[in-house]
């Protein structure tokens, strides 16, 4: 039987990139002239089009206006991000690796569920050195709607697995509702801004990786 397993990135594989964090600020300045404020905006479970979509509309800047432009501000996104990384961008959180050790020993396929611009996930867990373990993902270009990225990772995983097979793993109660909207099983983690119990609709949720063994337990059962 295959185990489709997705994670998302921030908060649940490794700390939020501080420079992607900022490139938000930087690029709507860039194109728009518009001071934001990255950090006080709510973005946790969001993709990289719909914080910008938020911020800058928060900025006044219409809709259609961002949306002629958006893969412009993505590129931008990635590229400034690229350019100005540092390794505190790329900080896994605790037993990060022996997670994706154990599952990769258990034949799990395992992708990316992430709203970073894919060019922006794919640098930081290549540095992060777990880049092998992922050979697709759903990521921020795709979609602004999180529930879509979920939808195309499993598209891109070419197997066209049982949705009780696939599990979406996150931080957020977006994480959760994105894999529940499509039909998945969902497992929560509290290593981001959220607890246990705000991650109560999740179908397991666990403080932490270390608790890894149990989260496996939970896929094969």
Same mark, same amino acid.
């Given at each position: 039987? =295959? ?35 990255? =950090? ?37 996104? @990635? ?47 290549? =540095?992060? @050195? ?79 990786? =270390? ?11």
């Amino acid at each position: 039987m =295959k185990y489709v397993v997705l994670f998302d990135v921030d908060g649940t594989l490794m700390e939020e990139s501080p420079t992607h964090t900022m490139a938000f600020d930087y690029v709507c300045d860039e194109f728009f002239h518009v001071k934001t404020d990255i =950090k006080s905006f709510p973005r946790q479970g969001m993709t990289d089009q719909g914080i910008l979509f938020g911020i800058l509309q928060n900025s006044g800047i219409d809709y259609d206006t961002i949306k002629s432009r958006i893969n412009e501000l993505l590129i931008e996104l @990635g590229d400034y991000t690229i350019k100005n990384m540092i390794e505190d961008d790329y900080v896994l959180l605790p037993y990060v690796e022996e997670t994706l050790e154990e599952m990769e020993k258990n034949n799990f396929i395992l992708g990316l569920i992430t709203g970073n611009f894919s060019k922006i996930a794919l640098e930081r867990v290549s =540095k992060a @050195g777990i880049g092998n373990y992922f050979s697709f993902g759903g990521y921020g270009e795709d979609s602004a709607i999180r529930s879509e990225l979920v939808q195309k990772a499993i598209e891109r995983s070419k197997l066209n697995p049982n949705l009780n097979n696939v599990f979406v793993i996150g931080d957020t109660p977006k994480d959760i509702k994105s894999g529940k909207d499509v039909g998945t099983k969902t497992v929560g983690v509290a290593t981001g801004v959220y607890g246990i119990k705000q991650l109560q609709d999740a179908d397991f949720s666990i403080k932490n990786l =270390k608790q890894y063994k149990k989260l496996i337990e939970f896929i094969k059962k």
